[in-house]
């Protein structure tokens, strides 16, 4: 029973970071702005190599020291900021918003499912991907303030 219900997490994992990478290339092909279009592009490739850790974990057996667990920054900006909807040529803040958001939401996914499973081999793998996540959050909100925000001569 328990060895099912790790199945079925890691399943839903790895439909979520398929779905991620769906998510960021579909949104590249209706922005113009070429740095947001590689940015995106780098965080699809980071989706991709989120959706392999889990598939080799199911597989294999895979350590959660194949993920390399870091300090964030949790700017919270996606909590206070409205998602802004998804339009042809949007505005590149708009894009790592919008990304922010989606981040926010995976974050949240892994977390809870991480608690659940306490110190577990599984919770520890669910809370790699949480902090994981956060990472991409963090550089979305970074990325949002940045172009939202612009450092002006004056300061």
Same mark, same amino acid.
């Given at each position: ?18 779905? $991620? ?8 092909? +209706? ?5 947001? %279009? ?63 958001? %989606?981040?926010? %939401? ?17 919770? +520890?793998?669910?809370? $790699?991907? $949480? ?5 991409? +959050?963090? +550089? ?12 002006? $001569?004056?300061?």
């Amino acid at each position: 029973m328990a060895d099912q219900r790790l199945q079925q997490i890691i399943a839903t994992a790895i439909r979520r970071e398929e779905e $991620a990478y769906v998510f960021y290339t579909d949104l590249i092909a +209706k922005i113009d702005d070429p740095g947001a %279009r590689d940015t995106l592009t780098l965080i699809a490739a980071e989706e991709q190599k989120h959706r392999q850790f889990l598939v080799d974990y199911r597989d294999k057996g895979c350590a959660v020291e194949g993920m390399r667990i870091s300090e964030v920054i949790y700017y919270k900006i996606a909590e206070y900021q409205q998602e802004p909807a998804i339009t042809i040529n949007m505005a590149s803040q708009d894009v790592f918003l919008i990304a922010a958001h %989606r981040e926010l %939401r995976s974050y949240q996914f892994y977390t809870e499912l991480a608690q659940l499973h306490g110190e577990s081999d599984i919770g +520890k793998v669910l809370g $790699a991907m $949480a902090n994981e996540e956060l990472k991409h +959050k963090e +550089k979305m909100e970074y990325l949002y303030a940045n172009t939202a925000f612009p450092q002006t $001569a004056g300061g």
